[in-house]
């Protein structure tokens, strides 16, 4: 059995789900409403509070289906209750990030020119750049999968160098330096 994919999920108060004739699963919270299609060799069912995956049989097409669904939907849960939230850091001299009306960034990270993009609807922003500390995105949304989409969308704009380790980072993410140029040693 997947240790994932046999764990319950523990459904708390205010949330409703929904299991569909072919598999859809509804997920409505406070903070909104998620839905996900299920393969349907996996079985969804619902006991009092909680919700219980199992497969069919021990093959690897629906081994790795049993976990991926039930991680998915888990995440579902965490998002309408919850939410999510990634925050990203520009390190480097000029670098700065500018909130635009209708959910549009503006970010300047070096180049000839500015960069902008239109996030999705469902993402709310918080962009700042202040004096003497380092430009940060701080990103919230129900949806882990389209967040962590858009966060990688902005951090391939510039990705962090290895020598001085400028560019766009995760504030959590841990950067593997390099040695510089070790110039007149003999």
């Given at each position: 059995?997947?240790?994932?994919?046999?764990l319950?999920?523990?459904?708390?108060?205010?949330?409703q789900v929904?299991i569909?004739?072919?598999?859809?699963?509804?997920?409505?919270?406070?903070?909104?409403t998620?839905?996900?299609q299920?393969?349907?060799a996996?079985k969804?069912?619902?006991?009092?509070?909680?919700?219980?995956?199992v497969?069919p049989?021990?093959?690897?097409?629906?081994?790795?289906?049993?976990g991926?669904?039930?991680?998915?939907?888990?995440?579902m849960?965490?998002?309408?209750t919850?939410?999510?939230?990634?925050?990203?850091?520009?390190?480097?001299?000029g670098?700065?990030?500018?909130?635009?009306?209708?959910?549009?960034?503006?970010?300047?990270l070096?180049?000839?020119?500015?960069?902008?993009?239109?996030?999705?609807?469902?993402i709310?922003?918080?962009?700042?750049t202040?004096?003497r500390?380092?430009?940060?995105?701080?990103?919230?949304c129900?949806?882990?999968?389209?967040?962590?989409q858009?966060?990688?969308?902005?951090?391939s704009?510039?990705?962090?160098?290895?020598?001085n380790?400028?560019?766009?980072?995760?504030?959590d993410?841990?950067?593997?330096?390099?040695?510089?140029?070790a110039?007149?040693?003999?």
């Open positions: 059995m997947s240790r994932i994919g046999k319950p999920i523990e459904i708390p108060a205010g949330v929904n569909g004739e072919d598999n859809t699963i509804t997920v409505k919270g406070p903070l909104g998620l839905t996900q299920v393969d349907k996996i969804v069912t619902r006991e009092d509070n909680s919700l219980h995956f497969r049989d021990d093959e690897k097409g629906n081994r790795s289906m049993h991926l669904y039930r991680s998915l939907v888990n995440n849960v965490t998002g309408v919850k939410g999510f939230e990634v925050k990203l850091e520009l390190i480097g001299v670098f700065r990030v500018e909130q635009l009306p209708n959910n549009v960034l503006d970010l300047v070096g180049y000839s020119h500015h960069i902008y993009l239109q996030l999705p609807p469902e709310t922003l918080e962009a700042k202040e004096k500390t380092n430009p940060y995105i701080l990103m919230k129900i949806d882990k999968q389209l967040l962590g858009v966060a990688a969308k902005i951090r704009f510039r990705k962090p160098e290895p020598y380790g400028k560019g766009i980072k995760f504030v993410e841990q950067l593997r330096r390099k040695a510089g140029k110039a007149g040693v003999k």
